[in-house]
Each structure stands twice: as structure tokens, then as C-alpha cells.
């Protein structure tokens, strides 16, 4: 393509666009609907996959070590512990520790454990917790690590752990799903719309070959048509959905404290990153195969 | 310059629109292609044009045989062909120069050999003080103006007609035809096709009758020769 013709191309995309002022409102209003609904469904997902992240890095694996191991077994459980290749954290709780931290979260009744506090009368145990690398697997690795010798018993939230990681895979895929066929929809209702705009020129698109245009030349307004439809319906739906995020966090910070959502600069990058490349790619698509059907003559 | 030779068209399986046709026409020639519809004038303009392919036989343009285009290729001899058609199809949307213009632009002419050829060709056929009005503006004699000057801005060897005065009265009609005649003067070579008798058997060119496929007459100064002319029922009634 000539410089001189990209200036002609891309001024003939703008004037056709111009002088289709409905059709073209009407194609930027099918990209920027598909893809704001798109865009509302990735801020939940983003959500949830954040929060599942959140729940999943709590999960841990607390080993209670049996209180009649001998020196020689504790070192031995030690380094195993500290070599497994499944573990990302290794920690040792000691019962004075884990006496510390009872006080603490019983706050304002701490007295009620002074008789518990001396050397000898203290009942809980020394501990490791343990964080797995993939947090799926946990039970495996629990499973595991309870038949060391110097283990007295395990702890990891069985039965809690399990239903949890299957709930959050399952509303990942159900994410996935949703957002390819939101895609799909798209380019769907964008071809349609711009093989109707495309419809409507056909005549045009037939003096163009009498004249002797080649089909890359009919075809590069129209594919800068699409690009520039595509491009503003994406705009639209990027700021809405910014603008409207960030007035959903401003009010869940004021009213759910427990809740923390992503925040809004992440979120209108990540959705604008997305999003603009989808609607131009939807643009250029659906005007290229609609264009497509009318070059044969 | 055209050279056809044992040219055959078949629709389907039944329809015969060309058969066996040869015809060769010169550099420079006037042209007119007659018949009753049905006879195979749009199906051979449609060949030259290369819209369609033929079932058997060739098309030399140039020396070139056209039914050997490669699908690409085709933008090329259509440069080289000025069109006018019936229903003048020009782009209602842009103006009288915008429409001439776009000959040369799909050529990939720049803007400043446009602004010199296109106020020329407009010239020519006496539409210069129209440019900037929009086709819907213009008479239907006028809208055919527009179109004989976007057939001949890019300077092509030949310009093909179909039906050019089919929807003209007679007076628009012999205008248009004479500007055929001033573009064949200065020696571009013309193909009308039309059942226009009275034009015709006027302007005294070579005529091609053409009758369900088959090419039954061809003489130079010819004049309208209906292959279908019945005896007349009621004779001194007019038909």
C-alpha cells in the first residue's frame, strides 16, 4: 500500500462513516453493548478469581508435632520438612509462641490462661505451618507428611479445603465460557451489523470494480471503517466501566469493611488492555468478511 | 485490437447465449452491436469485460488472450476499458468530479494529476460548470454525461456502451451518441451496444447484428437490420 493511498484510505473510512451516520451510531452501539456487557462479567471475574486467590493463600497445613519425640526424630522431621519440593513456606510455632498468640486473640480475658503460662503447664504443642506450592494440592501433601515419624497430628481443614478449590474452579471455567461466548455474540452482531452498511454500498462496491479497483483496494476503506467503529465502541464501554467501578469500590469501602475489591486503576488498565484490541479486532473482522461476499463480480 | 474467435457461452445446460461467434474489431473502429434482447449483446460486453468467462473459444484484447486472467488481473484490462452503462451508475453520494475522479484514483493516481485530467474529460463532455453537483442533481442526459467522462479520464483504447440511451429521449439520445462519435474521432474505439434503430441507421458505422447467439450480419456504413421483423399483421397500422 502507498502513503498517498493510505491518506486516501484512511480520509474515505472517516467520510463513509460520516455520511453512514446511522448505521455507523448503530455498529458502534452493537460493539460498545457486546462489550460492555463483556467487560462488567471480566470486573466480577476479576473479583472472584482475586478473592478464591485471597481464601486460598490462608490455607495451610498445621503440623502438631508429638510431644514424645526425641531430639534426633524433631531434627529428622525438620529437615524433611524444610526439603519437600511441594512446600513453599515452612514455619516452626513453638508452644511459648503459640501460647503468645492465644493471649492475644483472647485480648481482654487473656487472664484466664495465667495458669497455663509456666514452663511446664503449658498444654499446646510446638508446630510447623506449612504453605504448598500449588494450594490444590494440600490434601496430598497433608496425606503425606502425617505418616513422618515425630508427627503427632495434622491439621489442614479437611473436608473445608476441597469443596472450596472446587467452587473456585468451577467459577473460573464458568467465566471462561461466559466471556467466549460473549466474544463469539460480538462478532456475531458486528459482522451483521457492518454486512448490513456493507449491504446498503454494494452498488458501490460494483462500480469500484468496474473501473478497475482491486478488491484490496475496495477493501482497506472498509477495513478502516471497521477499525475506527470498532475502536470507539471499545472507548465507550472502557470509560463506563471504569467510571462505574470506581464508584463501586468508593461505596463497598464505605459499606462492606470486609470486603476488598481489586483496585480501580488495576482494573481499568486490565479492562482497557482487553477491550481495545477486542473492539478493533471485531471491527476489522466483521468488516472484512462482510465486504468479502460482494467482491466477486 | 479485439480479436474473438469461436466464441461459445452457455448458461446451465440449456441456455445458449453466444455461439460460435467471431468478430474482429480494429484499433480505432465505431462499432455499434444490434439485436433484439436475448441476442447476446450483454453477454458479450459482459466477456469483454471479463465479468464472466466463456464455455469455450477466446478473447484477444491487445494481443492478449482475457480468458486466461488470473482473478487479479482483471482490475488491469478493466483500466484499459472505458464502461457506460444504462442506468449510468455512478456513486450518488459524491459529487460530478469526485465520480470522474475515482477512475484514476483506483489507478493510484495523485491528487495532481486528478486535478489536471479530470476538469479535461469534464470539458469535453460539457459538464464543467457542474462539477460539484451531486448525480440526483443532474439530468438523466447529463447523469450520462458524467458517465462517459468517468469512461474516458483514464485515456483507455476502447470505451464499450450498454444501451447508453435506453433511458434518454430521443434528442438527449443523439446528443450522447455524438459524443461517442467525438471520442471515436479522436481515436478511441467504440462499442455501442443498443436496439436504438433510428441512431443507428443515422450515424451510418459498421454494424453487428447479433440473433440468438449467432452473429448474422456485419457491414461497414450498416444500418438496423431486426432479425425478428415479422410481416406485418395489419399492414398501414404501425407497430
Redesign the interface.
Given at each position: 500500500m502507498r502513503i498517498r493511498n493510505l491518506f486516501y484510505f484512511l480520509g474515505e473510512a472517516l467520510k463513509s462513516v460520516v455520511r453512514h451516520g446511522w448505521m455507523s451510531i448503530a455498529s458502534i452501539a452493537v460493539v460498545a453493548m457486546t462489550l460492555l456487557i463483556l467487560g462488567c462479567f471480566m470486573v466480577l471475574n476479576f473479583n472472584v478469581a482475586n478473592l478464591a486467590e485471597d481464601i486460598k493463600e490462608q490455607v495451610q497445613i498445621v503440623v502438631y508435632i508429638d510431644e514424645n519425640a526425641d531430639e534426633q526424630t524433631r531434627e529428622n522431621l525438620h529437615n524433611k520438612l524444610v526439603a519437600h519440593p511441594e512446600l513453599d513456606e515452612v514455619r516452626f510455632v513453638s508452644k511459648d509462641e503459640a501460647m503468645e498468640r492465644l493471649k492475644r486473640q483472647m485480648g481482654d480475658r487473656a487472664y484466664l490462661l495465667d495458669g497455663y503460662t509456666e514452663e511446664d503447664a503449658n498444654p499446646l504443642r510446638d508446630s510447623y505451618e506449612l504453605r504448598t506450592k500449588v494450594p490444590e494440592n494440600i490434601s496430598l501433601v497433608a496425606e503425606e507428611i502425617g505418616n513422618y515419624p515425630g508427627v503427632g497430628y495434622i491439621d489442614y481443614g479437611e473436608g473445608i479445603v476441597e469443596p472450596l478449590f472446587q467452587f473456585t474452579g468451577v467459577i473460573r471455567y464458568i467465566g471462561l465460557a461466559f466471556m467466549v461466548g460473549l466474544a463469539l455474540t460480538a462478532i456475531f452482531l458486528i459482522s451483521h451489523t457492518i454486512r448490513m452498511t456493507v449491504y446498503i454500498r454494494r452498488r458501490e462496491i460494483q462500480i469500484m470494480k468496474y473501473v478497475g479497483a482491486t478488491n484490496w483496494f475496495i477493501r482497506w476503506p472498509f477495513i478502516f471503517e471497521g477499525l475506527i467503529l470498532g475502536l470507539v465502541g471499545a472507548v465507550i464501554p472502557v470509560l463506563v466501566v471504569q467510571f462505574s467501578y470506581q464508584a463501586a469500590v468508593e461505596w463497598v469501602q464505605e459499606n462492606i469493611y470486609f470486603v476488598t475489591l481489586l483496585p480501580p486503576q488495576q482494573i481499568g488498565t486490565e479492562i482497557a488492555r482487553i477491550l481495545m484490541p477486542l473492539g478493533v479486532v471485531l471491527g476489522i473482522l466483521g468488516s472484512t468478511l462482510s465486504v468479502r461476499r460482494f467482491l466477486n463480480v | 485490437m479485439i480479436e474473438i474467435s469461436h466464441l461459445y457461452k452457455q448458461f446451465g445446460n440449456d441456455v445458449v447465449a453466444l455461439k460460435d461467434l467471431n468478430l474482429v474489431i480494429d484499433r480505432g473502429e465505431f462499432v455499434f452491436i444490434v439485436g433484439s434482447s436475448g441476442a447476446g449483446k450483454s453477454t458479450l460486453l459482459k466477456l469483454l469485460?471479463k465479468?464472466i468467462s466463456p464455455t469455450r473459444g477466446s478473447i484477444k484484447i491487445f494481443g492478449r488472450d482475457i480468458t486466461r486472467l488470473k482473478g487479479?488481473q482483471i482490475?488491469?484490462?478493466?483500466?484499459n476499458i472505458g464502461?457506460v452503462f444504462q442506468d449510468f451508475?455512478?456513486?450518488n453520494?459524491r459529487n460530478v468530479f469526485e465520480n470522474v475522479a475515482?477512475?484514476l484514483?483506483?489507478?493510484?493516481a495523485?491528487?495532481k494529476e486528478i486535478r489536471k485530467r479530470v476538469p479535461l474529460s469534464l470539458e469535453l463532455v460539457g459538464l464543467k460548470d457542474k462539477q460539484f453537483k451531486k448525480p440526483d442533481e443532474l439530468s438523466g442526459g447529463e447523469q450520462q454525461r458524467v458517465c462517459v467522462a468517468?469512461a474516458i479520464v483514464?485515456r483507455p483504447a476502447v470505451v464499450i456502451a450498454d444501451e447508453p440511451t435506453g433511458n434518454l429521449d430521443p434528442n438527449t439520445s443523439m446528443e450522447i451518441m455524438k459524443l461517442f462519435e467525438e471520442i471515436n474521432v479522436r481515436g478511441t474505439t467504440v462499442i455501442v451496444a443498443t436496439h436504438a434503430k433510428e441512431l443507428v441507421d443515422y450515424f451510418q458505422k459498421r454494424v453487428v447484428v447479433l440473433d440468438r447467439g449467432r452473429l448474422i450480419s456485419d457491414q461497414e456504413r450498416g444500418v438496423y437490420i431486426d432479425a425478428h421483423k415479422e410481416p406485418l399483421l395489419f399492414p398501414g397500422g404501425g407497430a
Open positions: - | 469485460l465479468e487479479r482490475p488491469l484490462l478493466r483500466r464502461m451508475r455512478l456513486l453520494d475515482f477512475t484514483r483506483v489507478t493510484g495523485s491528487s468517468r483514464n
